[in-house]
Antibody, heavy 123, light 108 residues
Framework: QLQLQESGPGLVKPSETLSLTCTVS??????????WGWIRQPPGKGLEWIGS???????YYNPSLKSRVTISVDTSKNQFSLKLSSVTAADTAVYYC???????????????WGQGTLVTVSS | SSELTQDPAVSVALGQTVRITCQGD??????ASWYQQKPGQAPVLVIY???NRPSGIPDRFSGSSSGNTASLTITGAQAEDEADYYC???????????FGGGTKLTVL
């Protein structure tokens, strides 16, 4: 079965760049049917979509984060990555990666999800 | 602020039926998907689209939609259904993804 696993530093200093990688196993990231997304959840708060990428490299981002976000894909490693620049304490959150399904009607869903990784922004 | 609005908290007696709602203008054009999240765990997809359940999700979970409101119904709520529930869909432009603020379900 498809599994996703986030990896990266758990502590990032303010103003620096947060970098995370999601490794996909049990299936190919090059599937033509899916995007691959990043979602975050600040402690005690709700979910926020960050952005998504297709295996071809096509991306779309949350407008509120777009100026600071870059998502990339490495099909040879079956991985996709997130970079978030100029971080502040407000970026402290659990970061999840997930497979994103879409259909022609605009329906959108995320399944499965990685276990999540907590990233704390602090000096 | 989210373009999808959910009640912060809902409660249900064990074995009874509960409806969790998600409101937003974009829901007039797009179906919602629903996720269950238990403490310390990643969200799990329970319903997507008109009323589709992923493999392994009990059939007591169902979805529906009317106007600007999407609903997740749990028929015969169990103690293990106590969790946070989130909806997601497209935004009004159709170009982005949004999540509702989440509903904490308590099973009494």
């Amino acid at each position: 079965q498809l599994q996703l696993q986030e990896s990266g530093p758990g502590l990032v200093k303010p103003s620096e760049t947060l970098s995370l990688t999601c490794t996909v196993s049990g299936g190919s990231i090059s599937s033509s049917s899916y995007y691959w997304g990043w979602i975050r959840q600040p402690p005690g708060k709700g979910l926020e979509w960050i952005g998504s990428i297709y295996y071809s490299g096509s991306t779309y981002y949350n407008p509120s984060l777009k100026s600071r976000v870059t998502i990339s894909v490495d099909t040879s490693k079956n991985q996709f990555s997130l970079k978030l620049s100029s971080v502040t304490a407000a970026d402290t959150a659990v970061y999840y990666c997930a497979r994103e399904g879409n259909d022609s009607s605009g329906l959108n869903w995320f399944d499965p999800w990685g276990q999540g990784t907590l990233v704390t922004v602090s000096s | 602020s989210s373009e999808l609005t959910q009640d912060p908290a809902v409660s249900v007696a064990l074995g009874q039926t509960v409806r969790i709602t998600c409101q937003g203008d974009s829901l007039r054009s797009y179906y919602a998907s629903w996720y269950q999240q238990k403490p310390g765990q990643a969200p799990v997809l329970v319903i997507y689209g008109k009323n589709n359940r992923p493999s392994g999700i009990p059939d007591r979970f169902s979805g529906s939609s009317s106007g600007n409101t999407a609903s997740l119904t749990i028929t015969g709520a169990q103690a293990e259904d106590e969790a946070d529930y989130y909806c997601n869909s497209r935004d009004s432009s159709g170009n982005n993804v949004v999540f509702g603020g989440g509903t904490k379900l308590t099973v009494l």
